[in-house]
């Protein structure tokens, strides 16, 4: 909808659209009207740069422990090792879209635990709870007002415990 972008598509007019001999587009409503260079119009085509901003296990992530995977950023991380004990976590999100973040759609999925995407909320966080050992992708994407997407993953592995390992049972 328009609303978002400072216009309503309801007030205008049907036929109040006209094209100046310069080639100016001007479109009519009830309280005056718009006129622009349809190549002037700007469109960002760039893909969205979709950043991971906060990764956060079992406690919240400012309590980070001495064995915590990420002491340093996770910007850049693309692999997680998790202990066993590890295994309720979650993330936090945002792209780099200036121009109407308000407008961009998040969508989140964990490959192995949940195939089916979700909608993110207005907070862009989402939790992962009591995962068993094994190997996860966690998967975020995003589009803009022109439906421009981005997508970031990142992959995670939560250890056996060492009581349950094959060299345990040797």
Known sequence: SGDKFGFSYQSFFI?????????KILVGNMNGFYAFFPEELAVNMEPLKLV?????????????????????SVENKNEVFLA???????????????????????????????????QSGVDKTVYFFNL???????????YNSNEIKGERQIRIHVSPP?????????
């Open 15 to 23: 036929g109040h659209v006209c094209k100046t001999s310069k080639d």
């Open 52 to 72: 991971i901003t906060d990764f956060f296990f079992n406690t919240p992530s400012g309590l980070i422990r001495k064995d915590s995977p990420f002491l340093k």
């Open 84 to 118: 066993h004990d590890q295994n309720n976590f979650g993330f936090k999100f945002t792209a780099n879209d200036y121009q109407f973040p308000e407008v961009v759609r998040y969508y989140t999925m964990l490959e192995n635990y949940d195939p089916v995407w979700h």
């Open 132 to 142: 068993s050992p094994g190997d996860y992708v966690f998967r975020v994407k995003a």
């Open 162 to 170: 060492w009581w349950n390992t094959w060299w345990a049972f040797s």
